[in-house]
């Protein structure tokens, strides 16, 4: 991981150490350096001092020629592990289920909580932040945050498909067909997962940087549609499940409850202030 770090801020520091060029040290960035010179700096002071400096100046140079923000891809490394750590605690540890259901069924849950959360994120962001830098290159902040929720939503859409039967999902079924709950529950989650893509192929065209201002407003508008639209969706799907807290496995919430606060949270912060 350190080797492509450095590699993408464009310098090959790991291929030798003791005392680094003084103008990496300082920050600058020449585009090459002399393979046989690296090669041939003393191997016993890699440990003398500069190293921190050496990775951390790495990491600005990626950051800077890159737009990626490492704060910001630690939040989102954070959200998925959290996310991953609920599902199995309270359904693997607390609710009995096989961990050899994790791959699909529970990796399922976790990454449609974490896709949500990193949306309702992006947007809240987006609304109580003064765009001071939370991305560069002249993006807005949170845009990192909604590609990869709107990435982690694909797949939780996929992963859903093989699951979708009453064997998983009991409540979604009367007999051989769907019930109203589960009826209403995949309508709201296809609205949702349509505006997640009308957002997405928005987003990724080459006016993402500067897009117009109608631009801007209709990205915002499906954002907003697409929580909206996930609030009804885990809304009809784990509502009769909300109001028996003491059945709750180990105490805790189901994650369609996480998800519903997750969605409506923004959307009470964009109304609030329109």
Known sequence: MLVWICLAGGQSHLLGAGRPPMALVAGKCPERFSIRKLRSWNQNAWSTGWKETLCRES???????????TDVICRILGIIVFAEAYALIRYAVFKGVSLNNWPLYLNN????????????????????????G??????????????????????HVLMSLPLLGPGYFPQFFAGDKMNLTGELSLFFGVWSFGCCVG???????????????ARRSLIQRLALAALATAAGH??????????????????????TVLAFLAAVIPLLLWSRRR
């Open 199 to 213: 957002v997405a192929g928005l987003t990724l065209s080459e006016t993402v940087s500067k897009p117009s201002s």
């Open 134 to 155: 939370s991305a560069s290159n002249g993006r807005p902040p949170g845009v990192l945050l909604a590609r990869v929720g709107f990435a982690l939503i694909g797949l």
């Open 59 to 69: 990491l600005l140079t990626m950051h800077h020629r890159t737009g990626i923000n």
């Open 109 to 132: 849950k976790a990454l449609s909580l974490a896709g949500l959360t990193l949306i309702a994120a992006s947007l809240a962001l987006r609304r109580t932040s003064s765009e001071n």
């Open 234 to 255: 885990v809304l009809v799907m784990g509502a009769a499940g909300w109001i028996t807290p003491a059945k709750w496995p180990g105490g805790m919430p189901p994650i």
